[in-house]
């Protein structure tokens, strides 16, 4: 049997993403949902056919735990609700993913890994990336020093927002500005390609294009460098200011290796000093999801567990720091979770 997902909160990135990929899925399928907009129940209910009694709102959300066609729940709400809706689908007894970034803080972080581990159910983040050829390519690379090893590191990742989604410049809902949501995936592309975790971070904010409007709450960029104990160091930059190229890239004394486009989902390409990597592109939402189905089938260790959840958020919490204070702030206390090739 495959089975079944649960998808919360019918935003973009559910319409557009997860309920596609949960057609192309072998080992799970889209089995229900929970949403706070009748108009959208009966649209998905029809469309993918799904049973009455598998639709939820979030009031009778946590009568779920009595449903036996849902296994997993995947939290897909803005990173604000992450923390109450994982404690909560962990309280009904459901396998869980929860979309990145894991919360606004490390100690929301905590308390759903605390919930998670009393469940004794599986719980991973949404990062998809861990799936994708050219990233494992680049970790390959990295952590096996094919290269020799790396030196130097530079991640960009950015786009100039619109104010489609609201939320993304709410302090509250968001935890955050453009760091929290674009940026987690420059942490996370130098620290899965290097191989290891930083020692130590600085950072600077970008200038303020709107501070009595739409980056009010939160930052419009910032700029930061990842400092590892080898003496390597990484340079990042995101941004809802303007569009960045997606790029991460890496050197070693004597060749290089890089990904452009890198971190979205329309088509990664990457290249090294070697030459072009000819891998393909894959439907990376579908092999995340059904990794965590195999994973729950066979009884695995997910590769992209809540602890590293944590672990960026605590990473992102540094950075934060340094960028407030001007100063070098250490990661000597950010929990050690690496996805080893
Ligand atoms: P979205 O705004 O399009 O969707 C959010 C959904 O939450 C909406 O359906 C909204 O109705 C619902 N919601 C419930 N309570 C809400 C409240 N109090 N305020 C606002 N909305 C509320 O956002 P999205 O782009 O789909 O992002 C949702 C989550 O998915 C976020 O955690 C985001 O970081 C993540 N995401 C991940 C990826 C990825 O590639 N892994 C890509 C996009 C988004």
């Known amino acids: 049997r495959q089975l079944g ?5 019918l935003g973009k990135y559910s319409t557009g993403q997860l309920a596609p990929a949960l057609q192309q899925t072998r080992l799970c399928k889209l089995a229900g949902i929970v949403t706070g907009t009748p108009a959208k129940a009966a649209r998905w209910q ?7 009694q598998n639709i939820y709102d979030y009031k009778t959300f946590d009568r779920i735990a009595d449903n036996p066609a849902i296994d997993i729940i995947y939290i897909v709400l803005p990173v604000g609700l992450h923390a109450e809706y994982v404690e909560r689908a962990a309280r009904a007894g459901k396998h869980v993913i929860c979309e990145k970034p894991m919360a606004p803080t490390a100690a929301d972080c905590r308390r759903m890994l605390a919930a998670m581990q009393k469940s004794g159910k599986k719980f991973s983040i949404g990062y998809r990336l861990h799936f994708e050829p050219h990233h494992r390519e680049m970790m390959r690379l990295g952590q096996q ?14 786009f100039r927002f619109n104010n489609d989604t609201p939320w993304r ?16 995936y420059c942490v996370q592309g130098v620290v899965y390609t290097k191989g290891e975790l930083p020692v130590s971070v600085t950072a600077k904010l970008a200038p303020n294009p709107d501070p009595k409007g739409l980056f009010r709450e939160v930052e419009a960029g910032v700029s930061w460098q990842m400092q590892f104990g080898d003496g390597s160091v990484a340079d ?46 894959v439907p990376q939402q579908a092999r995340q999801l059904d990794d965590f189905a195999d994973c729950i089938l066979n009884d695995k260790p997910t590769r992209v567990p809540g602890e590293m959840g944590l672990r960026d ?11 407030e204070t001007g100063r070098k702030v250490s990661t000597k206390d950010v929990v050690a979770v690496l996805d080893e090739v």
């Open 145 to 158: 020093k094919v290269l020799g090893p790396i030196k130097s590191l530079v991640a960009d990742n950015g």
């Open 5 to 9: 997902v649960a998808l919360v909160g």
């Open 313 to 323: 958020v605590q990473l992102l919490q540094a950075i934060y720091r340094a960028a």
């Open 169 to 184: 410049v709410d302090k509250e809902l968001a935890g955050g500005g453009p760091l929290m949501d674009m940026g987690i």
């Open 46 to 52: 029809q469309q993918y056919r799904l049973p009455e």
């Open 236 to 281: 990042c930059r995101t941004s809802y200011a303007e569009n960045l190229s997606s790029r991460l890239r890496a050197e070693t004394t004597t060749d290089w290796m890089e990904l452009e486009p890198a971190f979205g989902y329309g088509g990664i390409a990457g290249r090294s000093s070697q030459g072009a990597m000819s891998l393909q592109n």
